[in-house]
């Protein structure tokens, strides 16, 4: 897809409107690559004319203009839709911090998955560092609220943002997740130290660990022995439609796996 194709807020709006945008769900695996533990949803524009188009060419856009409360808000809808009909997994979304500011957003987000039939528990919301805890305070007791419920919360490319120590003591994360810029450097001792005491420190917090974008067998060996629980990755599996996840599911659940 072209870098240079050019979007507009309206162009984007319609889309939201109009339902051309379309989820593909990541399998996250339990770091032995056995079982897939989670998907996580991403979204993408299908426009008719110009094809698929990825995130990072309309999410910066949606958020700028304001349009990321009603995109985001068909993204939980359609996950919690789509996630509902796969018992036994978790179902992880990217949530916009600009989506936070919304003070309607917890109960939102417990209504959509209440009428979808998801279970709260099988609910992952995915969090970035940034802007979004500028009001630690706030963050806290939404987050605590989700939690409350019984959802996960996970802190998605650790490592290149600016979280400070004291918000992973404060906010009620469940996970988190190593940036892939570390993983791809995991050869060198930096990276690797890194990564050590990334997992030492969110097992001592009683946290999951998940490693994104592993290509390789060798990253997977090494992301394994330094005790990551969970892999994702082109390794595994790129992002893919609802009805791959759904048909994977189905493969396990004949050869009596689930
Ligand atoms: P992210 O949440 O960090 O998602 C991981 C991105 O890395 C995805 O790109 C995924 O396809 C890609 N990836 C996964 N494994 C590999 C790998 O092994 N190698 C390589 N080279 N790439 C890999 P995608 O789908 O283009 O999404 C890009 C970003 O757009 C996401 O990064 C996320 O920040 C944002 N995004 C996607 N969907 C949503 C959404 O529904 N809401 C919001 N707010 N942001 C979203
Ligand atoms: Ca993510
Ligand atoms: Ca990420």
């Not at 805890?133 to 419920?149: G, I, K």
Request: charged share 25%.
């Amino acid at each position: 897809m072209a870098n240079h194709i050019s979007i507009t807020v309206d162009d984007l709006r319609e889309a939201v409107r109009n339902d051309h945008l379309v989820l593909h769900y990541q399998p996250e695996m339990t770091a032995d690559g056995a079982r897939m533990e989670c998907v996580e949803a991403l979204v993408r524009w299908q426009d008719p004319e110009r094809g698929l188009i990825p995130p990072r060419l309309f999410i910066p856009l949606a958020e700028k203009s304001g349009l990321i409360g009603e995109l985001g808000a068909w993204v939980i809808r359609r996950a919690c839709r789509e996630g509902a009909a796969w018992p036994g997994l978790m179902i992880a979304v990217n949530v916009s911090p600009f989506q936070f500011r919304d003070p309607g957003f917890v109960d939102f987000v417990r209504a959509t998955a209440d009428s979808a039939g998801l279970p709260f528990n099988r609910l992952e919301i995915e969090v970035t560092e940034g802007a979004y805890f500028d009001d630690v305070d706030r963050a806290q007791n939404e987050l605590r609220r989700l939690r409350a419920l019984g959802m996960s919360i996970a802190l998605d490319d650790f490592g290149t943002g600016y979280a400070s120590l004291t918000y992973l003591r404060r906010l009620p994360f469940t996970k988190i997740k190593i940036d892939k810029s570390f993983v791809d450097e995991c050869q060198s001792v930096g990276a690797a130290a890194i990564i050590h005491a990334v997992v030492a420190m969110s097992r001592a917090l009683g946290l999951k660990v998940t490693a994104e974008g592993v290509e390789t067998v060798e990253q997977q060996r090494f992301l394994r022995a330094a005790g990551c629980h969970y892999l994702q990755g082109f390794l595994f599996s790129p992002a893919v439609p609802a009805r791959d996840i759904s048909a994977k599911l189905a493969a396990l659940n004949a050869a009596g796996q689930v």
